[in-house]
């Protein structure tokens, strides 16, 4: 949410930036160049394809103009490159994620089989947890959660990975609170679940979301001085 308010707030500021120079300078004036690269990377980072490429390609038409070494024919340049891998990130992810459901769609509406589901949702919150769209891992993670706890006995190794990675969710979203319980509450399972479980590999994603955890508070820390 606080991720969203910035977002939207630098639109803002960048728009009406760019309102009152098309006010004074003509259409294809190579100042306005600043502009279009501030927005085109504004919405990679909001994750909007179409407006990102909107931007883009106003600022190639402007760039055009400009001789090759020019230092907003650079600035384009990098940020060809950035749109290039936001567009791939994004088409290996729908990709995957049709063939995901491609594959799960017909256990999904007859069998209900929630072994299959589990994996289907925890595949799905992965994919989307690592290209940072964080509302959609979180959705896909609670109705992980959902079958876990409805299932005749509670898989502690699983309920573990569960509250860390949707801890990681939270806290990337920059809703430290919610973080740190879901932290406090991974380490309660760990400590109170059989042997079996995994030990080492939940103690070593246990140790990066503390890592993780303590890099944003010395962050956040660090904006306020």
Known sequence: ??????????????????????????????????SYHHLTILYINWQNIKRAKHYL?????????????????????EDCYAFEKFEKEILLSENIEIALKSKFDVLNNKNQNSTSLLEYFHTLAIIYFEHRDYEKAIEYFLKKRTILLNSDSVDSFELILFYIYLGLCYLYKKDFRLAMQLQHQAIMLKDNAENKIDIEKIDKLLAEFTEALVDSAIQFNSSLL
């Open 1 to 34: 949410m606080n991720e969203l308010k910035e977002y939207k707030k630098a639109e803002k500021y960048i728009k009406r930036t760019l309102k009152i120079n098309l006010r004074i300078l003509n259409e294809g004036h190579f100042m306005l160049s600043v």
């Open 57 to 77: 390609e106003k600022n190639h038409q402007i760039c055009s103009t400009l001789s090759k070494n020019h230092p907003l024919v650079n600035l384009l340049q």
